[in-house]
């Protein structure tokens, strides 16, 4: 059995290759919880938070045993020969999520990420070829749906943040291996979404001089604490070192094949193969940049609209009506 929390909470039967998707959102939230801190009791008190912030109901406690209760029934389902030791019990005043650390995907990714890094200065490709697969474990946001409390968010914003980092890293790995034409599209993507991002900016700027387009505009770097002619050394020395390590690998015939950094979703019951081109694998991760920026920009906006539509006497309804209360009855006059 596998808990996954890269993308929403989930659990994965092993034994029968099936994803155990948790209908409810309580559970996981649940799951999600119980999965920042596995093998360490979660206090009751926290729990309640994650699932009901400061609205908890009168019978919170009541409530929070039968989302328990029913949780482990899945997780009793997917492993029957457990059914005398659940996975997840009551331990003091709380509950306790009994898994290893390889049985978590967020600790699979950060294994790997790490992995990558001992590999990066002498072995890019076998770096690149372990971020990749780490990459590949993400199927969303982390805990996406599920982050009700500051225990998941705050776990989340930590995996979010190490999963840019390895991004960052597999396409230092990708400019190492000499495959800059391949890597300005998906980096100028990631130039637009992160925009803060100053690796990805550097990054951008040598794929773009290694690959003559000179003519492409220009990236601008945010002012770093070093000063700006030692940041330009920086820079010309990082370019100096990605050509010599590219033509090595190049020499060696070791160029690899650029993969799509981290999977699209999977429907249940299908398989949906990476494409065998290079360029459309490409195409198919700057594209998933971009329906996941337009889907973040449409919650910002939502919130934003709800926020005035509490303050302006109703106009914006959640129904989806643009007519508050007032206009609508000054038409009705």
């Given at each position: 059995?596998?808990?996954?929390?890269?993308?929403?909470?989930?659990?994965?039967?092993?034994?029968?290759?099936?994803?155990?998707?948790?209908?409810?959102?309580?559970?996981?939230?649940?799951?999600?919880?119980?999965?920042?801190?596995?093998?360490?009791?979660?206090?009751?008190?926290?729990?309640?938070?994650?699932?009901?912030?400061?609205?908890?109901?009168?019978?919170?406690?009541?409530?929070?045993?039968?989302?328990?209760?029913?949780?482990?029934?899945?997780?009793?389902?997917?492993?029957?020969?457990?059914?005398?030791?659940?996975?997840?019990?009551?331990?003091?005043?709380?509950?306790?999520?009994?898994?290893?650390?390889?049985?978590?995907?967020?600790?699979?990714?950060?294994?790997?990420a790490a992995q990558a890094r001992?590999?990066?200065?002498?072995?890019?490709?076998?770096?690149?070829?372990?971020?990749?697969?780490?990459?590949?474990?993400?199927?969303?946001?982390?805990?996406?749906?599920?982050?009700?409390?500051?225990?998941?968010?705050?776990?989340?914003?930590?995996?979010?943040?190490?999963?840019?980092?390895?991004?960052?890293?597999?396409?230092?790995?990708?400019?190492?291996?000499?495959?800059?034409?391949?890597?300005?599209?998906?980096?100028?993507?990631l130039v637009a979404a992160h925009?803060?991002?100053?690796?990805?900016?550097?990054?951008?700027?040598?794929?773009?001089?290694?690959?003559?387009?000179?003519?492409?505009?220009?990236?601008?770097?945010?002012?770093?604490?070093?000063?700006?002619?030692?940041?330009?050394?920086?820079?010309?020395?990082?370019?100096?070192?990605?050509?010599?390590?590219?033509?090595?690998?190049?020499?060696?015939?070791?160029?690899?094949?650029?993969?799509?950094?981290?999977?699209?979703?999977?429907?249940?019951?299908?398989?949906?193969?990476?494409?065998?081109?290079?360029?459309?694998?490409?195409?198919?991760?700057?594209?998933?940049?971009?329906?996941?920026?337009?889907?973040?920009?449409?919650?910002?906006?939502?919130?934003?609209?709800?926020?005035?539509?509490?303050?302006?006497?109703?106009?914006?309804?959640?129904?989806?009506?643009?007519?508050?209360?007032?206009?609508?009855?000054?038409?009705?006059?």
């Amino acid at each position: 059995m596998q808990v996954r929390i890269l993308g929403p909470a989930e659990i994965y039967d092993d034994a029968r290759g099936r994803r155990v998707r948790l209908n409810s959102p309580k559970q996981r939230m649940l799951l999600g919880a119980l999965a920042t801190r596995p093998g360490t009791p979660v206090p009751t008190v926290l729990l309640l938070r994650e699932l009901w912030g400061d609205d908890a109901p009168d019978k919170a406690a009541n409530a929070l045993q039968a989302h328990v209760s029913r949780l482990r029934q899945v997780l009793t389902e997917v492993e029957p020969a457990r059914a005398k030791a659940p996975r997840l019990v009551a331990r003091g005043a709380g509950y306790l999520l009994q898994v290893r650390p390889d049985e978590i995907d967020s600790t699979q990714f950060r294994t790997e990420a790490a992995q990558a890094r001992r590999f990066a200065a002498g072995d890019p490709r076998t770096a690149y070829t372990l971020l990749t697969k780490a990459l590949k474990l993400w199927r969303g946001p982390a805990m996406d749906g599920g982050c009700g409390g500051p225990l998941c968010a705050g776990a989340a914003a930590r995996l979010e943040e190490e999963r840019l980092q390895a991004t960052e890293d597999l396409y230092d790995a990708a400019l190492r291996l000499g495959v800059e034409r391949q890597v300005v599209g998906p980096l100028e993507a990631l130039v637009a979404a992160h925009p803060g991002r100053e690796r990805f900016r550097r990054q951008l700027a040598v794929a773009r001089g290694r690959s003559g387009r000179r003519g492409a505009p220009p990236v601008v770097v945010p002012s770093a604490v070093v000063p700006s002619a030692a940041r330009d050394v920086d820079q010309r020395r990082e370019v100096r070192e990605a050509d010599r390590t590219a033509v090595k690998v190049a020499r060696a015939g070791q160029l690899p094949t650029v993969a799509l950094p981290f999977p699209s979703p999977v429907r249940p019951g299908s398989v949906q193969p990476a494409p065998d081109d290079p360029a459309s694998a490409l195409e198919v991760f700057r594209l998933r940049l971009q329906v996941e920026q337009l889907m973040s920009e449409q919650s910002l906006l939502r919130s934003a609209i709800e926020r005035l539509a509490a303050g302006a006497g109703g106009f914006g309804a959640a129904d989806g009506s643009w007519l508050g209360r007032d206009a609508a009855a000054g038409s009705a006059g």
